[in-house]
């Protein structure tokens, strides 16, 4: 458990933020200049914030009113910093083991023979690290704050600077280290589908202040809380994996409702996040007939959120979970949608991105 | 190295002692003022920055002659230093620190740009997995710095064997004692038929100069490459 308050003021705005991150992975969530990273530094002990108390696993790490600050080298911390930040004069094996070397030798640790198979980085331990392509200097990044016998592991944007290609190598690790490893995970991240595949918990955060906390699904799904913009909006369904198809789909099941997905190579019964993107999502006030698309999710309209654009969020409770749809304003008037009516929501299966599905801890 | 005569022959090697000493024994306090120029800042830095420059600016022959004020047998510190036996006047060692002094400008400002060329993020990695700051400074800035220590030491190395005016101010021209090859040159052009033995040794301080440079040439490209993350 981490526990942080924190007051930071900035020249244009100030940071005043309160929360606790139970164990899992906790994303702090919002665009940027929402005073994530400020955060996730106080925490590491890289920034000194005007006034504040961390609390990390009963050690007190930052307490402003009793003078205490703990240097960051005392902190215990893994630190995943978005460039990498690997030593480049040390070989790949020489930045797995640098914290290592200053941890003390009872403390229990990650077994590193584990820890280079989970990353799969064996190959790589005799390189130095300006050769490496991105995502094994990040696979890297992670190993090393790994195996410094880290009680907290901090990832400030761990993927903003790769490529599509290149996240979805590195999104499994991060599900991994979230379900595998009991260290407690705090994530900074503006992407909603990144937020939707791995956090426990999201604190979503807006202008230095936290606007909500709690389950992924929850606060994603939650039509006002839109720290990325209504472009990224998005719900997040939990789904089991019933069965695979010759055609190449896999059938899964939400709440009772099939879906039908490009080919998820999960074995059968296996739990799965599964994000939509609102602005994937038709509307139909009517049980939709002769259409191709396979996933229709029925649901009556929770809420309706007009924003300063031509689009309108609704938010669809259905049997899966709730979805979010965007449509256009102009769409909402001609269907009369108003809270409290039956309508049906209705995914192609095509549009939902391998990188939208991901595992999720039992 | 029959071509050079025995006079000669001693100022080759004693000026290779006195640059060699110079170099080894500055480059600890080079390393360490460098760094406090690169990374901290307390009250008197630019005063600091300013004596650290200040021998590159001045006559040598100022130099030298403040050396012989102060570190002279007379001299306040000199005074002090001669009670315990360590006498810099009219010795080697007094060359030694008077090529020590006019070579620490250069030393230090190649060693502090390559300070400021390590990424301070690199040292934040480091703190965040637990190396202390002394620490940090050996595993990380230090062995990254390398490329401009080892340039900064040449550097050093040959202002040391070239250096003329302060030296021969502070402790004259003592054949064996403090007759570097500069001072050698100097002294040979002053008497009749003393040509030959100056070019021979013009000849000895290009090979040298030529040496020193190729060989931080090829340590420097060395570690660089080394340094900057490349399998060499």
Redesign the interface.
């Known amino acids: 458990m981490l526990e942080v308050s924190i007051r930071h003021a900035y020249p244009d705005f100030t940071l005043d933020a309160r929360f606790e991150a139970p164990p899992g992975l906790t994303a702090l969530f919002g665009r940027s200049g929402s005073g994530k990273t400020t955060i996730v530094n106080a925490v590491a002990g890289l920034l000194r914030p005007d006034a504040g108390r961390i609390v990390s696993e009963d050690r007190v790490l930052l307490n402003t009113d009793r003078g205490i600050r703990l240097p960051p080298h005392r902190r215990r911390l893994g630190y995943i910093f978005q460039e990498g930040r690997l030593f480049p004069h040390l070989t790949v094996r020489q930045n797995l083991h640098y914290g290592a070397w200053f941890a003390s030798r009872r403390t229990p640790r990650e077994d590193a023979g584990k820890v280079v198979e989970l990353l799969g980085i064996g190959h790589l331990l005799d390189r130095r690290s300006g050769g490496l392509s991105g995502g094994e200097k990040q696979r890297v990044a992670i190993g090393r704050a790994l195996l410094s016998a880290p009680r907290l592991i901090l990832a400030d944007e761990p993927l903003a600077a790769l490529d599509e290609a290149r996240k979805s190598e590195i999104l499994p690790y991060f599900e991994r280290l979230r379900d595998e490893v009991a260290v407690p995970i705090l994530y900074v991240s503006h992407s909603a589908s990144e937020v939707a595949r791995l956090a426990t918990t999201v604190v979503a955060m807006e202008a230095g202040r936290i606007i909500r906390r709690g389950s992924a699904a929850e606060v994603l799904s939650d039509p006002a809380i839109l720290p990325a913009g209504a472009r990224e909006a998005g719900s997040v369904l939990t789904a089991t994996v019933v069965a695979h198809h010759a055609d190449g789909l896999t059938e899964l099941d939400a709440g009772g409702v099939r879906l039908f997905l490009p080919r998820v190579e999960q074995p059968v019964g296996r739990k799965l996040r599964v994000r939509i993107a609102a602005h994937d999502v038709i509307l139909s006030r009517l049980q939709p007939e002769g259409l191709s698309a396979l996933n229709i999710l029925p649901g009556v309209v929770e809420d309706v959120r007009q924003g300063q654009g031509p689009g309108v969020l609704v938010a669809l409770a259905t049997p899966a979970g709730r979805l979010l749809v965007r449509i256009t304003r102009r769409s909402a008037a001609q269907l009369e949608i108003g809270v409290g009516q039956r309508a049906y929501g209705v995914v192609k299966t095509v549009a939902v991105a391998p990188t939208d599905i991901g595992v999720t801890g039992s | 190295m029959n071509w050079l005569g025995p006079e000669e022959w001693r100022a080759v090697a004693l000026s290779l002692q006195v640059s060699v000493w110079a170099t080894l024994v500055s480059l600890p306090l080079g390393i360490f003022v460098a760094y406090a120029l690169a990374r901290w800042s307390f009250p008197g830095k630019q005063l600091l920055n300013g004596i650290v420059l200040l021998p590159l600016i001045l006559p040598p022959v100022v130099t030298g002659y403040l050396l012989l004020l102060v570190m002279g047998t007379q001299g306040p510190v000199g005074g002090l230093l001669a009670e315990f036996g360590i006498v810099f006047a009219f010795r080697w060692t007094g060359a030694a620190l008077a090529a020590g002094i006019m070579a620490f400008p250069l030393m230090v400002r190649a060693i502090r740009l390559s300070f400021e060329a390590v990424d301070a993020?690199?040292e934040?990695?480091?703190?965040?997995?637990?190396?202390?700051?002394t620490?940090?400074f050996l595993?990380?800035t230090l062995?990254?710095s390398l490329p401009g220590i080892v340039a900064g030491a040449i550097l050093a190395f040959a202002k040391a064997m070239g250096e003329f005016g302060a030296t021969i101010t502070f402790v004259s021209n003592i054949p064996g004692q403090t007759r570097t090859i500069p001072s050698a040159i100097y002294a040979f052009l002053q008497v009749p038929g003393g040509e030959s033995s100056a070019m021979k040794l013009v000849l000895v301080s290009v090979a040298v100069a030529m040496v020193a440079l190729l060989l931080s040439e090829m340590i420097g490209r060395r570690v660089a490459a080394?340094?900057?993350?490349?399998?060499?």
């Open positions: 993020k690199l934040q990695a480091g703190a965040t997995l637990g190396a202390a700051p620490w940090v595993t990380v062995p990254m080394r340094v900057g993350g490349r399998d060499a």
